[in-house]
């Protein structure tokens, strides 16, 4: 493998456990759980990235992470599992984001549900 894929993945690694240690904090102090939910959506498509980016492959410029998920596949289908939290995330950024309409309430246990897995999604990705 080479360096240079190996740094930049690092890089995206860094900047998704940021993300996502920030959802934790977020959480565990009572916060928005809008904030909590973008902060799970950031981690999970840095981790995706940064995995595409390890295996010499250029992430594209989306925010969909179903649409990643796909191409991660093409390397490990095992990561198939971890649709349907690729998927919500996803309208936590999409849909969620922006007006029309108030910020969005989530609700907490779901929330940190999801922060879960996207904490066990991240560790497979870390541990290869």
């Known amino acids: 493998m080479d ?17 996502l240690e ?20 950031q981690s999970v498509e840095k981790y995706l990235k940064g995995y595409l980016v390890l295996n010499g492959k250029r992430p594209p410029k989306i925010h969909e992470h179903d649409t990643l ?8 289908g095992s990561f198939e599992g971890f649709r349907d939290l690729c998927e919500k995330a996803s309208r936590y950024y999409l849909d969620d ?10 609700n907490q246990d779901e929330v940190g549900a999801d922060l879960g897995r996207a904490t066990e999604l991240i560790n497979i990705i870390r541990s290869r």
């Open 3 to 19: 360096d240079a894929y190996r740094i930049q993945a690092e890089e995206w690694y860094e900047r998704g456990r940021r993300d």
């Open 22 to 41: 920030t959802a934790r904090l977020v959480l565990e102090q009572g916060g928005y759980t809008d904030a909590v939910a973008y902060h799970v959506q």
């Open 69 to 76: 998920l796909n191409h991660v596949a093409e390397f490990d």
């Open 97 to 106: 984001r922006y007006p029309p309409g108030p910020p969005p309430e989530n």
